[in-house]
């Protein structure tokens, strides 16, 4: 078996996740290469998820009886979590979303209906990049064409990483807004966020950051990161699905307009005006995921039991060892960085002609689960003149054995294409 330095007891680990024990086809052991796309959950999650609906299954903050209570005490226990996992200076500033998704088209909508100084309108340019997930494309793309401002975005270079030779022409003083990703889903890229965040500082922007696939993957510091707003997913980082965060600075959420009306958000209600409660109330209207948010407290519980810097160390090693073991297989191509360093832990490539589509195919007979397709970025599959890719994306319980395992599929699928 092959010793990685850094690596987590996987062996141990592995105990907590039951679904790491299904056997597919046939028998065949599976192996779960698709944490980009969602993680596995911890037996400690499941229990968190059915303990609730089993014992304290209320609607939150209304009830004056013992369940509301207990619901509504575990909802916000779940905030206080989130705020502390990423060193949030106030747990008024963390507000659950439904996923990342609905959590940049909170952004962006707040700023099309803000007034100034925060508004988005015809005078003024939104920034992204090129590697975006469509969550963070498609939002931007209708703020623009609802306001008529300017969507711009920095390009690519060859090795997969931001081109910011033009960073002071591309962020200027008619630039509102600049959303990137702190780590890429289909590269891999973990962007310089000091660099982008200070030329956006100078001009005045606020900066939006998803960071959907670094929250599960690495501490997470939004004080440190200095945005205004960061998002990230539950279900990526061993919570369930249906439950996103946005955080975003306290003053901006108070000065900003909510995106969604309707109960819970309100403070006062008659049938000729509204006024709005305080955040987080203000933007999370209607029944909370009340569930999710408990599971995802108790993911958050289960991460912090192991350490978000051994979880790194850990992924960084096994990152290392898959560049090696891949670049190793003939007429493979990595799309993006080639390097462990300032990478995450999700590898996309190509295998000759063979279509993305029919490797995973292969590989799923084999048992050995992998992502395809252009991954909610096509713009990146563009740039790079390539219909889709195959993507193998790992995490706390992955192991050197599941890369040598992906690497002899690989080797079957060659066998099998000629």
């Given amino acids: 078996m092959t010793q990685l330095p850094g690596l987590l007891d996987t062996e141990a680990l592995r105990k907590d996740f039951p679904i790491l024990d299904r056997q597919v086809h046939d028998g065949k052991k599976l192996v779960y290469l698709d944490n980009a796309a969602t993680s596995q959950k911890p037996r400690q999650v499941l229990d968190a998820l059915n303990e609730y609906y089993e014992r304290y299954n209320a609607n939150v903050h209304r009830g004056v009886h013992v369940l509301a209570e207990e619901a509504t005490a575990l909802y916000e226990g779940a905030r206080d979590k989130v705020a502390e996992f990423i060193n949030a200076p106030s747990r ?158 306290q003053e901006l959420l108070e000065d900003l307009p909510p995106f969604l009306g309707g109960g819970e958000m309100i403070e006062t209600v008659s049938m000729h005006s509204s006024t709005y409660a305080p955040a987080p109330h203000k933007f999370e209207a209607g029944t909370p995921p009340v569930a999710q948010a408990v599971g995802l407290g108790a993911a958050i519980d289960y991460l912090n039991s192991i350490g978000m810097d051994k979880i790194l160390a850990h992924e960084h090693a096994l990152t290392e060892y898959a560049v090696k073991r891949l670049l190793e297989v003939p007429d493979l191509r990595i799309i993006g960085p080639t390097t462990a360093e300032e990478r995450g832990a999700a590898i996309s490539f190509t295998l000759g002609d063979i279509h993305p589509h029919d490797v995973g195919q292969v590989l799923d007979e084999q048992g050995i689960a992998v992502r395809v397709g252009h ?44």
């Fill in 375 to 418: 991954h909610c970025a096509r713009p990146v599959c563009l740039r790079y003149g390539i219909p889709a890719t195959t993507r193998a994306s790992f995490y706390l319980y992955s192991t050197p054995a599941e890369i040598d395992a992906l690497v002899d599929g690989l080797e079957h699928v060659r066998n099998f294409f000629g």
């Fill in 92 to 249: 008024n500033e963390v507000i659950f979303t439904k996923n990342a998704s609905e959590s940049l088209n909170l952004v962006a909508n707040m700023l099309g209906w803000a007034d100034e100084p925060y508004r988005v309108d015809s005078d003024t340019e939104i920034v992204i990049t090129e590697m975006e997930h469509h969550s963070n494309i498609v939002p931007w793309q209708l703020l623009a064409q609802r306001t008529g401002a300017k969507l711009k975005w920095f390009g690519l270079t060859d090795d997969g990483r931001l081109d910011l030779s033009n960073i002071d022409e591309v962020i200027n003083e008619k630039t509102k807004i600049v959303s990137f990703v702190l780590v890429s889903n289909i590269l891999g890229t973990q962007n310089p966020v000091e660099a982008i965040v200070r030329r956006a500082q100078e001009v005045g922007a606020l900066v939006c950051i998803d960071a959907s696939q670094a929250a599960p993957h690495m501490p997470l510091d939004v004080q440190a990161l200095q945005a205004d707003f960061v998002a990230f997913t539950g279900h990526k980082m061993c919570g369930p699905t249906g439950i996103g965060v946005l955080w975003g600075r």
